[in-house]
């Protein structure tokens, strides 16, 4: 009778804790923060987001500068000068007298110069820019993708490792229950020490786990605050996933067309482009319309002078060492590099493009498959369980039918997990990983708003001027 209730006491036991276990991976309810949240957070919070930010706005005061080389230059200058001194005079005899010299004069001048021609190499100075300008605002959205893309692998990253120390946690609760139960039977003779010291053994390697999942889940923690700004509360499960392609081809046809690397590259080589042609023209003459006014006077005397000036001023290189012509040659070789590197990017992309959605196929298979593994593993550890209690199966057959079921669960989450960072890579590598894309809510930052106020280089006192103080001024208490 006492053993036939061990047996029904080890039953209960052991059924609560694979019930337990069952159950870990169960969505959690409780939603507290959102994927969508936390995309939201690292994108503004992210520090490098902002240093880029500010190097597209000095890549956008490039092309004022260029403009601004296309108009009049003025500039005034003044001088103020005291003489002082003696004169001498002789006769024939020898001194005749001295004089003393004290003079103060004064001038002030204004001078103009209008370029009217240089072979259009200002002019092209500008467009470069211009270009430049496009390439860095496609490296601000290649480092906006990234930002993202941390934040995904951040967030599933907290989900995984907690969901597994959940695991573990239930995992020692089990193996707890049973070596109480084969301590239960061991003082009845139904087992040896041997079954005891092998359950003892399984429950300290089952704490050195959950020590590991701990330290991996406060990395977790680590990284997520370091993304997003904030420590992470419960996370809510993220949203169901769909494929925004049905094949690999579609995929890379439209990553060569949104992709932020290959747009980037693309304005480089129109860029180099225009550098070829500035250097082709280095050795055209440059005129330029000049004019000068200026106004000198003397202290105590009703001397003064007014004057001005107006003419032409043509000039050109006619041998500068052979410097010109390296120069066309370095600026040819640019140019070549940036279409090489045109031509790389957009094989980069095509494989990355492949890789990912690659990925994402393998991540949705083995999710599939450790469902399936889950599935028969908890069949056959109730099986084994059931004959164990009946006296069929020893505690070594217990233990390991519980641990490939504990790691039939500890696949999927990590195959979850995966899933949905490969999702997002698919993503990414197709340019589709912008808040834009994903819609989140955020102020999103306009690339365009602070070179629509400065590309026309305006002066201090014009309204476009003051209304780009009060842009410097906001963006400075940021």
Not at 110 to 131: C, I, Q, W
Not at 183 to 203: P, S, W, Y
Not at 389 to 410: C, I, K, M
Request: positive net charge.
């Amino acid at each position: 009778m006492r053993s036939l209730s061990i047996g029904q006491n080890i039953r209960k036991r052991v059924a609560a804790g694979a019930a337990a276990i069952c159950v870990v991976c169960a969505p959690v309810a409780a939603v507290a923060e959102s994927l969508a949240d936390a995309l939201a957070g690292a994108y503004t919070h992210s520090g490098l987001l902002d240093q880029n930010r500010a190097l597209l706005r000095a890549a956008d005061e490039d092309v004022a500068v260029a403009i601004s080389r296309l108009r009049p230059v003025l500039q005034w200058s003044s001088d103020i000068t005291r003489t002082f001194g003696e004169n001498y005079s002789f006769g024939t005899t020898g001194p005749a007298g001295t004089a003393g010299i004290a003079r103060l004069d004064s001038t002030l001048g204004l001078s103009a110069e209008v370029l009217l021609y240089d072979g259009g190499r200002t002019k092209l100075g500008a467009d470069a820019a211009k270009e430049t300008v496009l390439a860095t605002r496609q490296s601000l959205v290649s480092i906006e993708q990234s930002i993202l893309l941390r934040a995904v692998q951040a967030f599933m990253d907290v989900r995984a490792t907690a969901e597994i120390v959940a695991l573990r946690q239930n995992n020692i609760r089990v193996i707890t229950e049973e070596l109480r139960a084969a301590q239960d039977r061991f003082e009845v003779g139904e087992v040896t020490r041997t079954d005891v010291a092998l359950t003892e053994a399984r429950l300290a390697g089952a704490r050195s786990l959950l020590a590991q999942a701990q330290g991996d889940y406060s990395i977790a923690i680590e990284a997520y605050q370091a993304y997003v700004g904030r420590a992470p509360g419960k996370l809510a499960p993220p949203p169901a996933m769909k494929l925004p392609v049905a094949s690999v081809d579609a995929a890379k046809a439209q990553a060569m067309k949104l992709h932020p690397t290959l747009k980037q590259a693309q304005h480089q080589v129109s860029a180099a482009d225009i550098g070829v042609e500035i250097a082709k023209r280095a050795t055209m003459p440059r005129v330029t319309l000049n004019g000068t006014l200026g106004s000198s006077s003397r202290a105590n005397s009703p001397y003064w002078q007014d004057t001005g000036t107006v003419g032409l001023r043509a000039s050109g290189v006619i041998y500068q060492g052979g410097q010109l012509r390296a120069l066309t040659r370095k600026a040819m070789a640019q140019r070549d590099a940036a279409r090489g590197a045109l031509h790389d990017a957009r094989s980069e992309i095509g494989q990355n493009v492949g890789g990912a959605f690659a990925r994402v196929k393998v991540a949705q298979a083995a999710l599939a498959a450790t469902d399936e593994q889950i599935r028969v593993a908890r069949v056959a550890f109730q099986g084994v369980r059931e004959e164990a209690a009946l006296g069929s199966r020893t505690t070594l057959d217990v233990l390991n039918a519980e641990q490939e079921l504990l790691d039939a669960q500890a696949n999927r989450i990590s195959a979850a997990s995966n899933e949905y960072v490969a999702y997002y890579s698919l993503l990414a590598s197709m340019g589709l990983l912008t808040v834009d894309q994903l819609n989140l809510k955020v102020t999103r930052y306009d690339p365009a708003e602070y070179y629509n106020l400065v590309h026309k280089a305006p002066n201090a006192l014009s309204k476009q001027g003051k209304k780009l103080d009060k842009v410097l001024q906001r963006l400075g208490k940021e």
